[in-house]
């Protein structure tokens, strides 16, 4: 069984999986958030200065380290945040808030 714990930041999807994987004997992975990514994809940039190539990097690269991250637990574990949320805190709605949140 695969789950996929995702939310925005700071909502407790660590403190989720954490608990879903002992309750369930499931091993869990985490891959390195954004915020870790960033310095060192991008050095002296925020998230917002990057431009749409530097975003799309940053992407694959998350995306990367889920995979080499789940790779040697095969079908069965708990993973913390899905690969393919990060982009929706770059691509906001006029609103300025991230898409999928009331504001």
Request: some cysteine.
């Amino acid at each position: 069984m695969r789950i996929a714990i995702s939310g925005t930041y700071s909502v407790g999807k660590t403190l989720t999986t954490m608990a879903v994987s002992h309750l369930l004997g499931l091993p869990r992975s985490a891959a390195m958030t954004m915020r870790e990514l960033l310095p060192i994809s991008v050095p002296g940039k925020t998230l917002e200065e990057c431009t749409a190539a530097e975003i799309i990097m940053l992407i694959m690269r998350r995306h990367q380290e889920h995979a080499v991250n789940e790779h040697p637990f095969g079908k069965n574990f708990v993973s913390d945040d899905s690969s393919f949320s990060v982009t929706e805190y770059r691509f906001q709605n006029p609103s300025g808030c991230p898409r999928y949140t009331l504001c």
